[in-house]
C-alpha cells in the first residue's frame, strides 16, 4: 500500500484528521473524556486542559507533515491517483481509531470512550470496529483495488487545497467554543498570585463566572478583542484565540 512515497503522506494526513475528529466530537461536543481522564496523579483541571492542547498540537503537526508532503509530490508531477489518496486517507483515519483503542484504552489506561457508561469496555470494542477497523479495511480495498492508482486527479492543486482548508478548519474547530457560548476559558501559569490574575483579568475587562479555588482555571465573560493581551499578562491558555488551546470541557462547567 505505501510503495509510493505520497501515500505515506496522505495516510499521516488521514491520522491527524482522525484525531481531530476523536478530540472535536469526544472531547467537546459529547464531552466523554479529556486525554489523562484516568490518571490518578492528573487531577487538575489546569492539567487536563493542557495534555488536551498537547494532543490537538501534535495533530497540527502530522497534518502539516502529511500535507507538505503532498504539496511537494504535487510539485514534482506525481501521479496522484484519486481513489487512492481517499483510500489513503481513510484508513489512516481509521489507523488512528485503531491506535489510540489500543494504546490509550487498554495498554496505558489514560481515558475510555465513555468512561461514565456502566460498559465502558463495550464502548472501546465498538469504537475499535465502527471508527477504526471498518475505515481501515475500506480505505486499504480502495487503495488496492485493481493494483492500486485508479483514475488520476484531474485537479490535483484543487483537490491539495481543499484538504489544506479541511486540515485549517478541523484545527480551528477543535480550538473554539461552541458559537452560543459568550464564555471565555482561561488557563495561567503556575505559580501567577491570586493578585497577578484578578490585575491581568481587570485588564481585559474580564468578569469571572467560574473558576478553580486558586484561580488557576478561570471562565469569563469579557471581549472578544482583548483575548490576546491575556497572554501578555500570564495566561498560558485562552480558549477562542487559534493557538492550540486543546479541549476545554465548555458546556459542563458550573457558572
Same mark, same amino acid.
Given at each position: 500500500?505505501?510503495?509510493?512515497? $505520497?501515500?505515506r503522506y496522505?495516510?499521516?494526513?488521514?491520522?491527524?484528521?482522525?484525531?481531530?475528529?476523536d478530540g472535536?466530537?469526544?472531547?467537546?461536543?459529547?464531552?466523554?473524556?479529556?486525554?489523562l481522564?484516568?490518571? *490518578?496523579a492528573?487531577?487538575?483541571?489546569?492539567?487536563?486542559?493542557?495534555? +488536551?492542547?498537547?494532543?490537538?498540537?501534535?495533530?497540527?503537526?502530522?497534518?502539516? #507533515?502529511?500535507?507538505?508532503?503532498?504539496? %511537494?509530490?504535487?510539485? %514534482? /508531477?506525481?501521479?496522484?491517483?484519486g %481513489?487512492?489518496?481517499?483510500?489513503?486517507?481513510?484508513?489512516?483515519?481509521?489507523?488512528?481509531?485503531?491506535? +489510540?483503542?489500543?494504546?490509550?484504552? $487498554?495498554?496505558?489506561?489514560i481515558? %475510555?470512550? /465513555?468512561?461514565?457508561?456502566?460498559?465502558?469496555?463495550?464502548?472501546?470494542? &465498538?469504537?475499535?470496529?465502527?471508527?477504526?477497523?471498518? *475505515?481501515?479495511?475500506?480505505?486499504?480495498?480502495? #487503495?488496492?483495488?485493481?493494483?492500486?492508482?485508479?483514475?488520476?486527479?484531474?485537479?490535483?492543486?484543487?483537490?491539495? #487545497?481543499?484538504?489544506?482548508l479541511?486540515?485549517?478548519?478541523?484545527? &480551528?474547530?477543535?480550538?473554539?467554543?461552541?458559537?452560543?457560548n459568550?464564555?471565555?476559558? #482561561?488557563?495561567?501559569?503556575?505559580g501567577a498570585?491570586?493578585?497577578?490574575?484578578?490585575?491581568?483579568?481587570?485588564?481585559?475587562?474580564?468578569?469571572?463566572?467560574?473558576?478553580? *479555588?486558586?484561580?488557576?482555571?478561570?471562565?469569563? +465573560?469579557?471581549?472578544?478583542?482583548?483575548?490576546w /493581551?491575556?497572554?501578555?499578562? &500570564?495566561?498560558?491558555?485562552?480558549?477562542?484565540?487559534?493557538?492550540?488551546?486543546?479541549?476545554?470541557? $465548555?458546556?459542563?462547567?458550573?457558572?
Amino acid at each position: 500500500m505505501l510503495k509510493t512515497p $505520497w501515500l505515506r503522506y496522505a495516510l499521516l494526513l488521514g491520522v491527524a484528521l482522525g484525531g481531530f475528529f476523536d478530540g472535536i466530537l469526544l472531547h467537546q461536543i459529547l464531552q466523554w473524556h479529556h486525554l489523562l481522564s484516568l490518571i *490518578p496523579a492528573v487531577t487538575d483541571l489546569r492539567m487536563q486542559v493542557l495534555w +488536551d492542547g498537547y494532543f490537538h498540537l501534535l495533530m497540527y503537526v502530522l497534518a502539516i #507533515v502529511g500535507l507538505w508532503g503532498l504539496w %511537494r509530490a504535487r510539485r %514534482r /508531477k506525481a501521479q496522484i491517483a484519486g %481513489r487512492s489518496l481517499l483510500g489513503a486517507l481513510t484508513a489512516g483515519f481509521g489507523v488512528w481509531h485503531m491506535l +489510540d483503542g489500543v494504546l490509550s484504552h $487498554w495498554l496505558l489506561g489514560i481515558h %475510555r470512550i /465513555k468512561i461514565d457508561s456502566e460498559m465502558p469496555l463495550m464502548w472501546d470494542i &465498538g469504537w475499535f470496529f465502527v471508527f477504526g477497523l471498518l *475505515p481501515a479495511i475500506v480505505g486499504w480495498n480502495l #487503495v488496492n483495488r485493481e493494483g492500486g492508482g485508479g483514475p488520476t486527479l484531474r485537479h490535483t492543486t484543487a483537490t491539495l #487545497v481543499g484538504l489544506t482548508l479541511l486540515s485549517a478548519g478541523s484545527g &480551528g474547530w477543535a480550538l473554539q467554543p461552541p458559537a452560543d457560548n459568550p464564555f471565555t476559558t #482561561v488557563v495561567f501559569r503556575g505559580g501567577a498570585s491570586l493578585s497577578q490574575v484578578e490585575e491581568a483579568l481587570s485588564a481585559v475587562q474580564a468578569r469571572v463566572v467560574w473558576s478553580t *479555588p486558586d484561580m488557576g482555571v478561570v471562565v469569563v +465573560d469579557m471581549p472578544t478583542v482583548q483575548r490576546w /493581551k491575556l497572554y501578555q499578562r &500570564g495566561a498560558l491558555l485562552v480558549g477562542g484565540t487559534g493557538v492550540p488551546a486543546g479541549c476545554f470541557n $465548555w458546556s459542563t462547567i458550573e457558572v
